[in-house]
Structure formats: C-alpha cells, structure tokens
C-alpha cells in the first residue's frame, strides 16, 4: 500500500513537473508557480514519509530553486525569498560541505549520500548544486530586502542571527569560495565560478 501511493505521487509529481515546463516555455509564469506550488506539496510529503531518503530531499530541494526564480519573475519578493530558503535548506541537508569552503576538500573525500540516477550524487555534484542556492537566495535577499519582515531568518545555524547584509554576505562569501575550490579540484570549471561570482555581485549591487 506504501509503494502503491509512493508511486503515485511520484506519477503526479512528474505531471506537475512536465507543467511547470511548459507554462515556462510559454512565458506563463503565473500558471507555472501554481503547478510548482503542486509539485512541492508532493514532494513534502514524499520527504515526509521518508525524512532521511536523499532522494527525496533532493527533489524537494530541486523544485523550491527552480520555484524562487518563477517568483522572482513575478515579482513577488516574499515568496521568492521563501522558496529559495526552502531549497537551501534541502541542498544543505545534501552538502558534505555544509558551506563551509575550507571543508570541500574533506567533503571531495566523502562517497555522499546515494540520490538516483537523474539527480547528482558526487559530493562536488552536491557541493556546486547548494553554492548556486546560496547565490541564488543572496540575490534574492539584496533584491528583496525592504520586503523583510520579523521572523524572515534563515533555518541554517550558519547564517541564522544576522543582518540582511551580512547574511547575504556569508552566503556569496560561501558560494564563491566553494566553486573556487572546486575549480581547483573537481571537473568544475571557470564559468561555473562566474556564474555563482555574477549572482554575488548582483546581490551586492541591490545592497549598495
């Protein structure tokens, strides 16, 4: 009975999914938020009836990255903070890094969590996707700050408790040093560190 409804959220996950493409395509951003908002109810209970499945996790984490910049494309700060700090926290669960560049080296060391086939389950692979989150929810943070209000903190010890500017700072800080270190070591290459360096600097400019 387990398996049989785990497959079918599974089934009417990869439905919402195949919607959010293509109301995206489409330029119908309000549709494709609406078909992710679905998607991630899914995928919560999912992760819910297996919390400690990277699988699942990984998912969950997916589709809140790709639900903040449907937001963002809407306008709707809140939300896309919110969303962004939701995927963060799943790809950070994942990272053997926990975004600590002076930790990657050791986390290269590590076999990391098996995730399937689709999703990457190389500790760089994990490293690099929860860097780009924290770049994503940096620039998200800086655009978005007037629109914060009390209790919009962060669930990860490393960047509760601050400021909007310090946080963003640790979180660019911990995304570009991640990726500068795995360019060095890993098959990451320069783009993919200017890619993370180009959302910091974003993110600096709506500070500053």
Same mark, same amino acid.
């Not at 590590?110 to 490293?127: I, N, T």
């Not at 919009?152 to 040093?177: F, K, M, P, T, W």
């Not at 795995?182 to 974003?202: G, I, M």
């Given at each position: =009975?387990?398996?049989?409804?785990?497959?079918?959220?599974?089934?009417?996950?990869?439905?919402?999914?195949?919607?959010v493409k293509?109301?995206? +395509?489409?330029?119908?951003?309000?549709?494709?938020?609406?078909?992710?908002?679905?998607?991630?109810?899914?995928?919560?209970? /999912?992760?819910?009836?297996?919390?400690?499945?990277?699988?699942?996790?990984?998912?969950?984490?997916?589709t809140c990255?790709?639900?903040?910049?449907?937001?963002?494309?809407?306008?709707?700060?809140?939300?896309?903070?919110?969303?962004?700090?939701?995927?963060?926290?799943?790809?950070?669960?994942?990272?053997?890094?926990?975004?600590?560049?002076?930790?990657?080296?050791?986390?290269? +060391?590590? @076999?990391?969590?098996?995730?399937?086939?689709?999703?990457?389950?190389?500790?760089?692979?994990? =490293?690099?996707?929860?860097?780009? +989150?924290?770049?994503?929810?940096?620039? /998200?943070?800086?655009?978005?700050?007037?629109?914060?209000?009390?209790?919009?903190?962060?669930?990860?010890?490393?960047?509760?408790?601050?400021?909007?500017?310090?946080?963003?700072?640790?979180?660019?800080? @911990?995304?570009?040093?991640?990726?500068?270190?795995?360019?060095?070591?890993?098959?990451?290459?320069?783009?993919?560190?200017?890619?993370?360096?180009?959302?910091?600097?974003? +993110?600096?400019?709506?500070?500053?």
């Amino acid at each position: =009975m387990f398996r049989r409804s785990t497959r079918s959220r599974t089934e009417k996950f990869g439905g919402e999914l195949d919607a959010v493409k293509a109301h995206t +395509a489409a330029g119908r951003w309000q549709d494709a938020v609406l078909a992710s908002i679905r998607a991630e109810r899914i995928a919560t209970r /999912l992760q819910q009836a297996e919390p400690t499945n990277p699988e699942n996790v990984w998912v969950l984490g997916s589709t809140c990255y790709d639900q903040a910049l449907l937001w963002d494309r809407l306008g709707k700060g809140r939300q896309a903070v919110s969303a962004a700090r939701r995927a963060l926290w799943a790809y950070h669960w994942l990272d053997p890094s926990k975004g600590d560049p002076d930790r990657v080296r050791d986390g290269l +060391a590590d @076999d990391g969590p098996e995730v399937r086939d689709d999703a990457p389950s190389a500790p760089a692979e994990l =490293m690099a996707h929860a860097a780009d +989150a924290r770049a994503r929810l940096a620039r /998200l943070l800086a655009k978005y700050q007037r629109e914060r209000r009390p209790g919009d903190a962060s669930n990860i010890d490393r960047y509760r408790g601050r400021s909007v500017a310090g946080e963003v700072d640790l979180l660019g800080h @911990d995304a570009v040093g991640v990726h500068e270190v795995l360019v060095e070591t890993s098959h990451y290459e320069q783009e993919d560190l200017d890619r993370v360096k180009k959302q910091y600097e974003a +993110a600096l400019q709506y500070l500053y």
